[in-house]
């Protein structure tokens, strides 16, 4: 009786402390994202799109300028992922807070699947790996073009390993990726 509650109780400290490094990873992951340089032409550009939308409430037709053309690429995506995080929670740093939540969502979905894919590899050098590679900080993390592509890619990639059979390892089932 001992040994199984002694086991509970290791289990679940376990797991307390499992949630604790996540969440110590997400709050370095978001600062180092807060503490970026801001005011160069891309993040100037995204953001401005995004406070241009919560403003005045016009759907954004167009998306990013393209510097060396001097012109803009079609699509309100990225001024949507700015300015809806300003209409939830009217605050400056709102869409760095929900860039860092949908890339760190994405990034654990990634290492929980590389886990699976990879039993043998230790679970804190997946996870360790996968959330601080200096690659996925950068990109992940600050407000610029290629943030937003990562939580994209990452699904892209487990569907396409999932698609092909000699690939797939059974994380999802054939009839949720129909095409």
């Known amino acids: 009786m001992e040994t199984s509650v002694t086991v509970q109780s290791t289990i679940l400290n376990l797991k307390a402390r499992s949630v604790a490094a996540l969440a110590a990873l997400f709050l370095a992951r978001l600062a180092f994202g807060l503490t970026s340089e801001f005011w160069s032409e891309d993040e100037t550009q995204i953001y401005l799109m995004g406070l241009r939308y919560y403003a005045t409430g016009d759907w954004p037709y167009f998306g990013p300028d393209i510097v060396w053309t001097r ?3 079609a699509g309100a995506l990225q001024p949507l992922l700015v300015g809806i995080p300003l209409r939830i929670a009217p605050f400056p740093e709102a869409p760095f807070v929900f860039l860092n939540v949908l890339s760190f969502a994405a990034l654990c979905g990634l290492a929980a699947y590389i886990g ?3 039993p043998s590899l230790p679970r804190w050098l997946v996870w360790g790996w996968v959330l ?3 690659w ?3 990109f992940s993390t600050h407000v610029i073009n290629p943030s937003y ?3 994209a890619a990452i699904a892209f990639f487990i569907g396409f390993f ?3 059979p000699a690939l797939s390892i059974g994380v999802v089932s054939p009839p949720r990726y129909c095409f």
Request: charged letters at 20%; hydrophobic letters at 40%.
């Open 71 to 73: 012109s803009q690429i």
């Open 132 to 134: 601080t590679a200096p």
């Open 162 to 164: 999932e698609a092909v």
């Open 116 to 118: 699976r894919r990879e």
């Open 149 to 151: 592509v990562l939580p």
């Open 136 to 138: 996925t900080l950068q």
